[in-house]
């Protein structure tokens, strides 16, 4: 387990997101993002999702510009995703090697986002297991400068929830019919915190948020989610299915948390327990998945699964993201 340092939160947070006239500046979380804006980014996003094989869609919208991926924790979706994003869009892209930087010789993380912001980046997109991080950042940067959320310990991880949300509307149409089912460790999981967001924003018809007690999210945190401990009743005529991995790198002690054979029996997504759900269920997981752990191997290539379509709307979402905060750069 990795050393945690808290930075300190305050109430603002959602707002600092905004510049004065409302676009967005920052993208902490998804908390604060009303309807239309949710649905200007995922519509935004929409125009860059291209087909397998097809040629993918470049401009210059961020020439001039240049993105720092400065990824604190492990990543391979969201880092690759924000570099192909950035670069489709013209920018000039740093991806920093966290492990030979100066924060291991105990630069404090202010003075590296200070020496990259004199360095003239306009988007940082930052990754830490420390919560707090992203605001923090963000209340100490310069007027030009972007924050983006590119996950934050358990809290939040704005960019797939937009991914997943996408990825939803994009094989059911529409949200207030459908029944979401979220399965796993949702007490640690910022994917689960930031889709629950956007989808009670977008007015999701029911959310159900299943896991072994252990790893249950506390029950005022989300009032609009029903809570589950038992999979089967959880999944019954769902539409959409949300695996989640158990995120060991956050959990002090195992005791009371399943085995993997254990879990696997009583929590793992499989084509038979979704036997439960309605007859056009779709798979989701946001990666890194586990199979045979949180959901079966075979369920994860089937045409039920999304999983590689959320990866696609990976990179469009982020390049939606960056276009729009680099937009209102150009008011500011
Ligand atoms: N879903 C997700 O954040 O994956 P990575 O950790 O690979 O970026």
Redesign the pocket.
């Known amino acids: 387990m990795q050393a945690i340092e808290v930075f300190p939160r305050s109430d603002n947070e959602a707002n600092l997101q905004f510049n004065a006239d409302g676009s967005l500046r920052h993208l902490l979380t998804l908390k604060g993002l009303n309807r239309s804006l949710l649905v200007d980014l995922l519509d935004h996003a929409q125009q860059y999702v291209t087909a397998p094989g097809e040629a993918t869609i470049h401009n210059q919208s961020l020439d001039g510009r240049t993105v720092a991926n400065l990824f604190f924790e492990?990543?391979?979706?969201?880092?690759a995703s924000f570099d192909l994003a950035a670069k489709r869009l013209g920018a000039d892209v740093l991806n920093l090697d966290v492990n030979t930087s100066s924060r291991k010789k105990g630069e404090s993380i202010l003075d590296t986002i200070y020496t990259l912001q004199a360095m003239q980046v306009d988007v940082m997109v930052v990754r830490d297991a420390s919560s707090g991080v992203p605001a923090y950042i963000a209340r100490h940067v310069n007027e030009h400068v972007s924050i983006l959320n590119a996950?934050e310990a358990d809290v939040s991880?704005p960019t797939?929830g937009l991914l997943d949300l996408l990825t939803i509307r994009q094989r059911k149409g529409q949200f207030k019919d459908l029944t979401v089912a979220i399965v796993g460790d949702i007490m640690h999981s910022r994917?689960a915190r930031s889709a629950a967001e956007g989808l009670n924003t977008l007015g999701v018809g029911s959310l159900r948020l299943i896991s072994p007690s252990a790893l249950a999210p506390d029950p005022d945190e989300m009032p609009y989610a029903t809570l589950h401990d038992n999979l089967d009743e959880g999944l019954r005529d769902a539409d959409v299915v949300m695996a989640l991995r158990i995120q060991r790198e956050r959990i002090d002690s195992l005791e009371g948390i399943p085995g993997s054979d254990e879990y696997f029996a009583n929590y793992g997504i499989s084509t038979e327990r979704m036997q439960n759900a309605a007859d056009d269920a779709i798979v989701m997981h946001?990666?890194?998945m586990n199979r045979g752990i949180e959901i079966e191997s075979a369920l994860a290539d089937s045409p039920a699964s999304a999983i590689t379509q959320q990866v696609a709307n990976g990179v469009a979402v982020r390049m939606a993201v960056l276009e729009r905060v680099s937009q209102a750069m150009e008011s500011r």
């Open positions: 492990p990543s391979t979706r969201t880092r996950g991880h797939q994917v946001p990666g890194p």
